[in-house]
């Protein structure tokens, strides 16, 4: 418990000098012109960014663009503490400077940005719309053995970071922080023993205190969805055609008896007939859904020999991965329901809510021959021959 508080007050400071940073170039057009003036070939079009509290890709972005422009920051930094003509703005120059200058800061920016580097792409493509539970499960799972792997190699993430701080001038060794004294007791079996060494501090209380934070939480918060993709392996292509049959009897077996609302317990066999008639078919496909196609919309005049096949498709298709779509559509009743439209009745809402999350269909609708064909269909004079 102590190793987490250490290593959330870490990554907490560090977020926040990162956002002073963005506070410090982004409030005044001088200075963020200074640093314009500093840009180096590579990195023009990477600009600083704000951290969004609550999204996650904003502030990998962040992080980018920071560990990128690390340099120009620095020199940028040096150049407003030598020829500001404000105090205030001289000292807070030198502030920033020296606390992104630290051995330890660097550290942690490179820390955090593999961190979102395995988190940040899983998050997007869970959020597609042709992600499945057996897609989404395998690629969290290949997220944690990255993180678990990356734990064992501290040395080498010190010897990277090491690299990137004498490339751009910046410390080259963490700092011994002066550690607390604490009252003994009498009672007291052995003196304190707490780290002292920098490096030994960091390792210890955060870096693997942090990692440990973050491959527990994608262990435990997703505990359902790989269950519930595991009871799915039945139906998916990969099983169909490696599996024996009392493999994929068994595993369809499981996944009717979990789901016995909607599946019935003739489910097993007609699985086993399905891989049997499909053999060849199912070898040319690698996802569910692409053999749901092959059975419901290629072949529907067997669907009814293979119905509870059908239910098990529909089934794992109609389970979300995440529940990004949905929050989405909450957050657009700010837009929709704004100040202005404040006498909105549910109506009216209902409609543009849809109109809102169909976007995309509705773009590409024909807007004037809607507007025709509800005039011809309301129209009150009557045709004279």
């Keep these: 418990m102590k190793h987490n508080e250490e290593s959330d007050a870490n990554i907490r400071t560090v977020k926040d000098q990162v956002e002073s940073l963005y506070n410090f170039f982004g409030h005044s057009i001088k200075r963020w012109a200074v640093l314009g003036d500093l840009l180096s070939p590579e990195s023009r079009d990477i600009t600083l960014k704000r951290l ?3 999204r996650w ?3 990998y972005d962040a992080l980018v663009a920071l560990k990128y422009r690390y340099g120009d920051v620095i020199k940028a930094l040096d150049k407003l503490s030598l020829t500001s003509d404000k105090k ?3 000292d807070e120059a030198d502030a920033l400077r020296k606390n992104i200058s630290k051995f330890q800061f660097i550290f942690l920016i490179s820390l955090q940005t593999k961190i979102l580097e395995c988190t ?4 997007k493509l869970m959020q597609e719309k042709s992600m499945d539970l057996l897609k989404a ?3 969290l799972q290949n997220a944690i053995r990255t993180l678990k792997e990356y734990r064992t190699k501290f040395d080498e993430a010190k010897s990277f970071t090491l690299a990137l701080a004498l490339k751009w001038g910046s410390q080259t060794q963490f700092e011994n922080t002066r550690l ?3 009252k003994r007791h009498f009672h007291d079996l052995c003196e304190d023993s707490r780290l002292s060494d920098g490096e030994h501090y960091f390792r210890v209380n955060v870096f693997y205190g942090c990692l440990d934070v973050i491959i527990q939480q994608l262990s435990h918060r997703f505990v359902s969805l790989n269950r519930t993709a595991q009871l799915f392996e039945a139906i998916h292509p990969n099983t169909l055609q ?4 009392e493999e994929l009897y068994e595993a369809a077996r499981r996944l009717s008896d979990h789901y016995c609302r909607d599946i019935d317990s003739s489910f097993a066999g007609q699985l086993v007939s399905f891989r049997t008639c499909f053999k060849e078919q199912i070898s040319r496909h690698t996802s569910v859904i692409s053999l749901a196609k092959l059975l419901i919309v290629d072949n529907p005049a067997v669907t009814s020999a293979f119905s509870e096949v059908c239910s098990a498709f529909l089934l794992f298709l109609t389970i979300p991965v995440s529940v990004a779509t949905a929050e989405r559509s ?3 009743l700010k837009l929709i329901k704004s100040y202005l439209r404040s006498t909105m009745a549910q109506e009216r809402l209902f409609g543009l809510a849809i109109l809102s999350i169909e976007n995309e269909r509705a773009r590409k609708l024909d807007i004037s021959q809607i507007v025709n064909d509800f005039a011809e269909r309301k129209a009150r004079r009557m045709p004279f021959n």
């Design 180 to 182: 607390r004294k604490v």
């Design 242 to 245: 490696h599996a024996k049959d």
């Design 88 to 90: 205030t703005e001289r």
């Design 52 to 54: 969004c509290p609550t």
């Design 57 to 59: 890709s904003s502030r």
């Design 137 to 139: 499960s395998a690629l």
């Design 330 to 332: 909450f957050s657009k």
């Design 120 to 123: 940040n792409a899983v998050s």
